[in-house]
């Protein structure tokens, strides 16, 4: 049971959640009462699409863990699980069978003559997370740039799941569900890469000490820690700027639940995290902080489920 919880730990269980979710309500909440006339097995195929992103992501996170556990031993010791409870060797074996799972699950699911664009994401995101964990996370912003494309295309995988090479090269545009699909697809996913890059740089800001110690070049050690803070609040007054502006063009509409709902659970967040930054400066301080832009990505997510009764 210990080694199942550890495992559980080792895997981010609730950053996997976080990916069902998201994409779960983007199939049942937007692509489904667009499309009513979709078929059952495109739900088939979408909770097979769940498993190998679910496995992809699972891969990557024991992959970074494997390469990180001498920094993970100073910036936090009491979790690290590699090593201290599951082999280096267990892991690798685990790395590999999910990646190669996820990749014959796709195969079998998405016929490759008309979905090799998924086939390739795929390919892609497991050699980017292989690479990011060895050597891009301690570059300059490169690996925060990746792994906020990564989280972003999480969300975009369900749209492009979608359609076939074909129709992404020839799109119907002056279909009303398909413009609304790709617009919302949009949406979201630069909801998702904005919130990933400052949440990204926040945790550079809490593991600075170990960072530091074996030669990691990540945003805060390059630039200081006030220049990163002035990143952050450009990033954050973008992000509630737009949320803002789409407010004010979703009123008209008589849709006052999901502006209240934004402004109360996306929005606050937001400015408590922009008012609190300037005076953040222990890891525990950014931890907070980190803790606050998931609970509004949280909230972003579950806004997603309000599309089913508007549509």
């Known amino acids: 049971m210990k080694l199942l919880i550890h495992f559980l730990r080792l895997i981010r269980w609730p950053n996997l959640l976080f990916i069902l979710l998201a994409e779960t309500l983007f199939h049942f909440c937007i692509y489904k009462p667009l499309y009513p006339s979709s078929v059952a097995e495109l739900d088939f195929r ?7 992103n679910t496995f992809i992501a699972a891969a990557g996170y024991m992959i970074n863990d494997y390469f990180d556990v001498n920094i993970d031993q100073i910036n936090k010791p009491e979790k690290v699980v590699v090593g201290a409870y599951i082999s280096r060797r267990w892991v690798i074996f685990w790395h590999l069978i999910l990646s190669v799972v996820a990749i014959y699950i796709s195969t079998i699911v998405f016929p490759f003559n008309n979905y090799w664009h998924i086939h390739l994401s795929n390919l892609l995101a497991i050699l980017l997370l292989w690479f990011y964990s ?37 799109p119907d545009i002056a279909n009303a569900a398909n413009f609304k699909f790709a617009k919302l697809t949009l949406l979201y996913s630069a909801f998702a890469f904005i919130l990933t890059l400052v949440r990204e740089a926040l ?9 530091a110690k074996f030669g990691c070049q990540t945003l805060p050690i390059q630039w200081g820690l006030k220049p990163t803070k002035v990143y952050l609040s450009v990033w954050l007054i973008v992000v509630i700027a737009l949320l803002l502006i789409i407010q004010m063009v979703v009123i008209p509409f008589g ?23 300037p005076k953040a400066y222990t890891s525990k301080d950014f931890n907070l902080l980190s803790a606050w832009i998931k609970a509004a990505m949280l909230f972003g997510i579950l806004s997603i489920g309000f599309f089913y009764f508007l549509f």
């Open 46 to 52: 979408f909770y097979l699409l769940l498993v190998t």
């Open 134 to 170: 060895t050597t891009f996370k301690k570059n300059f912003l490169i690996g925060n740039i990746i792994i906020s494309v990564l989280t972003a295309w999480s969300i975009a995988v369900v749209y492009f799941s979608k359609l076939t090479i074909a129709e992404i090269t020839h």
């Open 203 to 211: 945790k550079d800001l809490e593991d600075m000490e170990g960072d």
């Open 255 to 277: 849709w006052w639940y999901t502006t209240l709902y934004c402004l109360a659970l996306i929005v606050t967040p937001l400015i408590i995290v922009l008012v609190k930054l």
